[in-house]
């Protein structure tokens, strides 16, 4: 039963990294004329927006961000889903004026 119950968990996971790599999330960030953002975005804002968009709970420590994001623009972060499947995730910071 247990390894039944691993192998379900990851076919869950890799289904949900298909789904996530079919979509962008958008992240408001208070920006400058420039593009430059106040602060950087976030794992904590990532995982947020995960919650808001697939409604599930992934620990910060398991978004990994390619480099520190401090600029308007499109990104790619990488979720650890299970030990064995990480999931590309595509996100666009956007000025939060333009809501």
Request: net charge negative; hydrophobic share 40%; glycine share 6%.
């Amino acid at each position: 039963q247990q390894e039944e119950r691993a192998a379900q968990m990851l076919v869950e996971a890799k289904n949900l990294a298909e789904k996530m790599g079919e979509t962008s999330l958008k992240i408001a960030a208070k920006a400058g004329t420039s593009g430059k953002i106040f602060g950087s975005v976030t794992s904590v804002q990532i995982a947020a927006a995960l919650k808001e968009t697939f409604d599930i709970d992934v620990d910060r420590k398991n978004i990994k961000l390619p480099e520190e994001v401090k600029m308007l623009g499109t990104y790619t972060a990488n979720i650890a889903l299970h030990k064995e499947v990480l999931a590309p995730v595509k996100f666009e910071v956007y000025d939060d004026k333009e809501e």
